[in-house]
């Protein structure tokens, strides 16, 4: 369950950083409301998640869910560090 809250406080800080960046407002709102929905997949996003492909209603959630609003929020998510002074993020390939 702790996991579960980890990820939509997640969620929750993409959006908002999302609302504050170059996303106007009304798709920030659209976007704040599709992105709430993958909390549902949290299970297959969290690390050690079994290998078990995600359920019908993330595949569901997801394709609700438009591709800007999608891209935009990998991107703003991705700069976020270095607007933290922290170092980049590097992810391998697993």
Known sequence: M????SVSSLVLVIVLAA???MIPRSLAQTC???LSALNICAPFVMPGAAAA???PDCCNALQT???DCLCN????ASRMP???NLPPL????N
């Open 2 to 5: 702790a996991a579960m809250k």
């Open 19 to 21: 609302q504050s960046q």
């Open 32 to 34: 704040s409301s599709s």
């Open 53 to 55: 492909p995600p359920s």
């Open 65 to 67: 869910i438009e591709h």
């Open 73 to 76: 929020t990998i991107r703003i």
């Open 82 to 84: 270095a607007q933290c």
């Open 90 to 93: 590097t992810c391998g390939a």
